[in-house]
């Protein structure tokens, strides 16, 4: 089955600091992973896209990275910022299907 | 450019009863994808449609359909709601075909089904 794991569950962290979140899937064969942020009472927001041959894509201060040997990603914050908080969504969409898989989220605070 | 329309915000029913969703994509954009988002399951995706055609469907159940018109609007139907049915439903925006297409969501309809 297709799983989407990401961690940690929830972030504090101090305005100006980075941030790393983490993203393990098992989803196969693979099409492209996509991170967004999710502010509460709205729709998700597209952070990045990425296909098996790129390991890194930047969009601002975010950067994701993907280890496709691995079937790891992450996503660094830099200089986080207020309103950086938000939840932050990792999905994998198969390359047989395309039906995405969704993590549940990393629920990131940013306090002054 | 007008972002993605979905409408109503909100909305209440009953069990039993049916519902229809609809969403404006961007002017331009000929992909819509529905997603359902519950606080237990988190994202899950409904169906995609392109050009009036649908593309790709998730694992739901029949009770849950959806259409495309030519003007790329789209409706998605909920019969014989049940409790569970409770979530946002999110509309999401493609500019074309393309399986890495950016996508540009909407507000979303927030259903309550008592």
């Known amino acids: 089955k297709n799983q989407v794991e990401q961690s940690p569950q929830s972030l504090i962290i101090l305005e100006g600091k980075n941030c790393t979140l983490q993203c393990n899937y098992t989803v196969s064969p693979f099409s492209n992973l996509r991170w967004y942020k999710q502010d509460t009472g709205r729709g998700p927001v597209s952070l990045t896209i990425m296909t098996f041959s790129e390991n890194t894509k930047s969009n601002g201060r975010y950067t994701a990275t993907l280890d496709a040997d691995t079937k790891q990603s992450s996503l660094h914050i830099t200089a986080s910022q207020l309103s950086d908080s938000a939840s932050y969504i990792c999905?994998?969409?198969?390359?047989?299907?395309?039906?995405?898989?969704f993590g549940r989220g990393t629920s990131l605070i940013v306090h002054p | 450019k007008a972002g993605v329309t979905q409408t109503p915000r909100y909305l209440i029913k009953t069990r039993g009863q049916q519902v229809t969703l609809s969403c404006s994509p961007i002017?331009?954009?000929?992909?819509v994808s529905w997603y359902q988002q519950t606080p237990g399951q988190g994202l899950q995706f409904l169906f995609e449609y392109f050009s009036e055609t649908q593309r790709n469907k998730g694992n739901f159940p029949g009770r849950f359909s959806g259409r495309q018109f030519s003007n790329s609007r789209s409706e998605m139907n909920v019969s014989t709601l049940e409790l569970g049915d409770s979530a946002l439903y999110l509309c999401a925006s493609i500019p074309g075909q393309g399986r890495t297409d950016t996508q540009y969501f909407g507000p979303g309809t927030r259903l309550t089904v008592l």
């Open positions: 999905v994998v969409t198969s390359g047989g299907s395309y039906i995405p898989t």
């Open positions: 002017s331009g954009h000929r992909s």
